[in-house]
C-alpha cells in the first residue's frame, strides 16, 4: 500500500461524505489519505438525491459524470395519502426555474464508487479494504490513526487533522459518547427492490413518491431506479415495525396490505433482493469538531428518510467541514472553534428538515397551510428541495404554529 506518511489530512471513510470532504481539501493542494474499510463496490441505501446536491456535486466537478451516467432523471416529489389520493407533483423547476432543479436517482454501489474515484482523480490517497483501528491522541487533540490493510500489517499516520466519516458506526461519536437519539422520530425501516414495477411516463418517471398506509401508522417510499428496479420501503414507529412481529419479510407484506397505492405499483414485478431492516434511525452528536478532529455525514448524524435528505446532509457536511479545514490549515489553527465554525448554521439547517419531518408525521395538512398562506408556497418548496441553509425560511415555521393555535382554539 503507497500513501503518504505524513499527509496535513486524514478521512475515515469513503462514503459520500468522506469522498466530498477529502475532494474538496485536496483540490486546494492539501495532502489528503483516504481510508475506507470495505472495497467498492458496496450496497448502499438512501438512494433520492434532492435538488441541492447540485452545488456541491459542482464544486467536486461530478456534474458531468452524472449527466453521463445512467441514473434516472427525477424532477418531482408525489404524495399518496392514506386514502389513495394522490397530489399532483411538486415539480422542482416551478420553484427554481433552473438546471439544479433537476435530480437523480442513483444505485448507491454505483454512485459512492463515482465519488470515490473523483477523489482520488483529485489527488486524494484512496485505499479500501484498510480499517481503522483507532484514532490517535495526543492529550486532547486528535493526532493521526492506527489503520491495519488487508494482509493484517498495522502502521500509524499522523495528521493535522482527522475527519470522521465512517457512518452511524462512527469511532468517535462513540468514543466520546456523544450520540442523542431522537425521542420524536424513533423510527426504523424494512424495504427490497423489485424489477419491473411500474412508472410513469416522461418527465414523471422519476419522480419519489411517498405513500401513507392507510391506518397511518407510516409511509412507503417508491423510488424507481435504472434497469427497470424500484426500491420500495415501508417506515414507521420502532416498536410498531419490529416488536411482536415474526420476521422483516412478514411485517413488509403485511403493511404492503395497507397500502394499495404500492402494491398496485408493484403487482406485476418481481421482487429481487432479500427484505432488508434498519433499526438505528434519528440522532446527532453533541459536538461536530474537537481538537484536530471533525464528523460529517452520519458520524454526525442522521435524519429520518421521509424527504430523501440523507446525500445531501452528507454532501452539505462535508462541504463546511472541507472549507472550515483549509481555512484552519491557512491559519495554523486546528482547534475545535476552526473546524467546527459551521456547525451550527448546519444544524439549524438540519432542524429545519426535522421540523418538516415533524409535520407530516402529526398529520399537518400543508394543502390546508399553503392555502391560508400562499406566499409561503416557495419556501414549503425551498425546504423539500434541501435549500435549508436560510434564516428566512423560520417565518414558515412560525405561521405553521400559528395555524395550528388558530385550529386548536376553534
Given at each position: 500500500?503507497?500513501?503518504?506518511?505524513?499527509?496535513?489530512?486524514?478521512?475515515?471513510?469513503?462514503?459520500?461524505?468522506?469522498?466530498?470532504?477529502?475532494?474538496?481539501?485536496?483540490?486546494?493542494?492539501?495532502?489528503?489519505?483516504?481510508?475506507?474499510?470495505?472495497?467498492?463496490?458496496?450496497?448502499?441505501?438512501?438512494?433520492?438525491?434532492?435538488?441541492?446536491?447540485?452545488?456541491?456535486?459542482?464544486?467536486?466537478?461530478?456534474?458531468?459524470?452524472?449527466?453521463?451516467?445512467?441514473?434516472?432523471?427525477?424532477?418531482?416529489?408525489?404524495?399518496?395519502?392514506?386514502?389513495?389520493?394522490?397530489?399532483?407533483?411538486?415539480?422542482?423547476?416551478?420553484?427554481?426555474?433552473?438546471?439544479?432543479?433537476?435530480?437523480?436517482?442513483?444505485?448507491?454501489?454505483?454512485?459512492?464508487?463515482?465519488?470515490?474515484?473523483?477523489?482520488?482523480?483529485?489527488?486524494?490517497?484512496?485505499?479500501?479494504?484498510?480499517?481503522?483501528?483507532?484514532?490517535?491522541?495526543?492529550?486532547?487533540?486528535?493526532?493521526?490513526?492506527?489503520?491495519?490493510?488487508?494482509?493484517?500489517?498495522?502502521?500509524?499516520?499522523?495528521?493535522?487533522?482527522?475527519?470522521?466519516?465512517?457512518?452511524?458506526?462512527?469511532?468517535?461519536?462513540?468514543?466520546?459518547?456523544?450520540?442523542?437519539?431522537?425521542?420524536?422520530?424513533?423510527?426504523?425501516?424494512?424495504?427490497?427492490?423489485?424489477?419491473?414495477?411500474?412508472?410513469?411516463?416522461?418527465?414523471?418517471?422519476?419522480?419519489?413518491?411517498?405513500?401513507?398506509?392507510?391506518?397511518?401508522?407510516?409511509?412507503?417510499?417508491?423510488?424507481?431506479?435504472?434497469?427497470?428496479?424500484?426500491?420500495?420501503?415501508?417506515?414507521?414507529?420502532?416498536?410498531?415495525?419490529?416488536?411482536?412481529?415474526?420476521?422483516?419479510?412478514?411485517?413488509?407484506?403485511?403493511?404492503?396490505?395497507?397500502?394499495?397505492?404500492?402494491?398496485?405499483?408493484?403487482?406485476?414485478?418481481?421482487?429481487?433482493?432479500?427484505?432488508?431492516?434498519?433499526?438505528?434511525?434519528?440522532?446527532?452528536?453533541?459536538?461536530?469538531?474537537?481538537?484536530?478532529?471533525?464528523?460529517?455525514?452520519?458520524?454526525?448524524?442522521?435524519?429520518?428518510?421521509?424527504?430523501?435528505?440523507?446525500?445531501?446532509?452528507?454532501?452539505?457536511?462535508g462541504q463546511l467541514a472541507a472549507d472550515a479545514i483549509v481555512e484552519g490549515l491557512r491559519k495554523g489553527d486546528t482547534s475545535q472553534a476552526q473546524l467546527g465554525n459551521w456547525e451550527a448554521g448546519y444544524v439549524e439547517g438540519m432542524n429545519r428538515m426535522r421540523r418538516l419531518v415533524c409535520e407530516y408525521y402529526d398529520g399537518f395538512s400543508f394543502g390546508q397551510f399553503i392555502r391560508r398562506f400562499p406566499e409561503h408556497r416557495g419556501g414549503i418548496t425551498d425546504l423539500l428541495i434541501g435549500d435549508l441553509f436560510k434564516p428566512e425560511l423560520d417565518q414558515v415555521f412560525a405561521d405553521i404554529d400559528s395555524l395550528k393555535a388558530e385550529q386548536a382554539a376553534s
Amino acid at each position: 500500500m503507497q500513501l503518504n506518511e505524513s499527509p496535513n489530512v486524514v478521512v475515515i471513510g469513503g462514503g459520500p461524505a468522506g469522498a466530498t470532504v477529502s475532494t474538496l481539501i485536496a483540490q486546494q493542494g492539501y495532502r489528503v489519505e483516504l481510508f475506507e474499510r470495505d472495497r467498492f463496490p458496496r450496497y448502499h441505501i438512501g438512494e433520492s438525491l434532492i435538488p441541492e446536491t447540485y452545488w456541491v456535486l459542482k464544486r467536486l466537478n461530478m456534474l458531468e459524470k452524472m449527466k453521463a451516467s445512467p441514473f434516472i432523471h427525477k424532477y418531482s416529489v408525489q404524495f399518496v395519502n392514506a386514502s389513495g389520493k394522490q397530489s399532483a407533483p411538486f415539480y422542482f423547476h416551478d420553484n427554481k426555474p433552473h438546471e439544479c432543479s433537476q435530480t437523480w436517482q442513483v444505485q448507491r454501489s454505483e454512485f459512492d464508487v463515482m465519488m470515490l474515484q473523483n477523489a482520488a482523480e483529485h489527488g486524494v490517497g484512496v485505499h479500501e479494504g484498510v480499517r481503522v483501528l483507532d484514532v490517535l491522541f495526543e492529550g486532547d487533540r486528535a493526532t493521526g490513526v492506527q489503520i491495519v490493510d488487508e494482509e493484517g500489517t498495522t502502521r500509524e499516520i499522523r495528521a493535522d487533522v482527522v475527519v470522521d466519516a465512517s457512518g452511524q458506526s462512527s469511532m468517535l461519536i462513540n468514543r466520546f459518547k456523544l450520540r442523542v437519539p431522537d425521542p420524536e422520530l424513533n423510527k426504523g425501516a424494512i424495504w427490497a427492490y423489485h424489477k419491473g414495477g411500474y412508472r410513469d411516463n416522461g418527465k414523471n418517471e422519476g419522480a419519489t413518491i411517498v405513500l401513507s398506509l392507510q391506518d397511518k401508522q407510516g409511509w412507503f417510499w417508491y423510488i424507481p431506479l435504472h434497469d427497470d428496479i424500484v426500491s420500495v420501503g415501508v417506515v414507521a414507529d420502532f416498536d410498531y415495525l419490529f416488536k411482536g412481529r415474526e420476521s422483516h419479510e412478514a411485517t413488509y407484506a403485511a403493511e404492503m396490505e395497507k397500502c394499495p397505492a404500492v402494491k398496485e405499483r408493484i403487482a406485476a414485478a418481481t421482487r429481487v433482493s432479500p427484505v432488508k431492516a434498519t433499526k438505528d434511525y434519528t440522532y446527532r452528536a453533541s459536538q461536530a469538531a474537537g481538537e484536530g478532529w471533525v464528523l460529517v455525514g452520519d458520524a454526525f448524524g442522521f435524519l429520518d428518510p421521509l424527504y430523501s435528505s440523507g446525500v445531501l446532509l452528507a454532501l452539505k457536511s462535508g462541504q463546511l467541514a472541507a472549507d472550515a479545514i483549509v481555512e484552519g490549515l491557512r491559519k495554523g489553527d486546528t482547534s475545535q472553534a476552526q473546524l467546527g465554525n459551521w456547525e451550527a448554521g448546519y444544524v439549524e439547517g438540519m432542524n429545519r428538515m426535522r421540523r418538516l419531518v415533524c409535520e407530516y408525521y402529526d398529520g399537518f395538512s400543508f394543502g390546508q397551510f399553503i392555502r391560508r398562506f400562499p406566499e409561503h408556497r416557495g419556501g414549503i418548496t425551498d425546504l423539500l428541495i434541501g435549500d435549508l441553509f436560510k434564516p428566512e425560511l423560520d417565518q414558515v415555521f412560525a405561521d405553521i404554529d400559528s395555524l395550528k393555535a388558530e385550529q386548536a382554539a376553534s
